[in-house]
């Protein structure tokens, strides 16, 4: 079970962090990502972090430099770190987990958290 919290409504240039709560034995041994789903559009790759002991990182073109994805294995939680928000940011952000084949593609990861909405205004 995946649980994201921490949006919001910010101001433009802003900065705000979400988090992923997983629950579960074999968590830890899971892939993790963010996407994100801005009304009327396709939901969107943002970032991907490997396992617990492959931390290696992803992003999507759109938050290269901005974003910052990171996990804390003791806590089974992981995180996004989003800087420099920008009005085009604003999205209900999914965080999802468990990886088979092309981290970009929504219909290779297993599992889902119920989204949380970021709103950034200019």
């Known amino acids: 079970q995946l649980q994201a919290f921490g949006g919001g409504l910010v101001h433009a240039g802003a900065s705000l962090t979400l988090s992923c709560a997983a629950s579960g034995r074999t968590s830890s041994y899971w892939a993790m990502s963010w996407f994100r789903q801005a009304p009327g559009k396709e939901r969107e790759f943002v970032a991907r972090?490997?396992?617990?002991?492959?931390?290696?990182?992803v992003y999507g073109d759109s938050v290269l430099g901005r974003f910052t994805i990171s996990r804390d294995s003791a806590k089974n939680t992981m995180y996004l770190q989003m800087f420099s928000l920008k009005p085009e940011d604003t999205a209900v952000y999914y965080c999802a987990a468990n990886q088979r084949g092309n981290p970009t593609r929504r219909s290779n990861w297993m599992y889902w958290g119920q989204g949380t909405l970021v709103t950034v205004s200019s």
């Open positions: 972090i490997g396992t617990s002991n492959s931390s290696s990182t």
